[in-house]
């Protein structure tokens, strides 16, 4: 995957955020910030634009999937990827629904993030 590629991560899980971080580094991301909360995710992504979020469903302050529609009205919109280990049909049909270009399912392999990752960003065609 091309370097041009930028992301904000948004999970509560500070080793999950590094686990990431490292799997898409690896891929040449360029991982332009992290957060904890809901509480201060949007005004990171509106800081750094970046062309991708990981996004937890479940974080302190608030839900991913509340926080999804602000972060769909940001112009130009972030591909965004629900990360959650509480994959619902409910919540991944809510995620996609709201504009979310994806889902991982915690716990996951490189393979299954960047797999996610690249369709998102329609690099696997």
């Known amino acids: 995957m091309p370097k041009k590629f930028t992301c904000v991560l948004i999970d509560d899980d500070s080793v999950l955020r590094s686990v990431m971080s490292s ?9 332009l910030a992290e957060s904890a909360h809901a509480d201060n ?3 990171l992504i509106k800081q750094h634009q970046p ?3 990981m996004l937890d469903i479940n974080l302190p302050e608030g839900s991913g999937l509340d926080l999804l529609p602000q972060i769909m009205a940001i112009s ?9 280990a509480d994959a ?12 979310a270009a ?5 716990p996951f392999t490189p393979a299954k993030l960047l797999g996610a990752v ?5 690099l696997d065609q």
């Open 76 to 84: 130009p919109p972030p591909k965004v990827i629900m990360v959650t």
């Open 102 to 106: 994806g889902f991982v399912v915690k």
């Open 51 to 53: 062309r991708l979020v």
């Open 23 to 31: 799997i898409l580094r690896s891929a040449d991301f360029e991982v």
């Open 41 to 43: 995710a949007l005004e």
């Open 88 to 99: 619902t049909i409910d919540k991944v049909r809510g995620a996609l629904g709201k504009g």
């Open 118 to 122: 690249g369709h998102a960003l329609g």
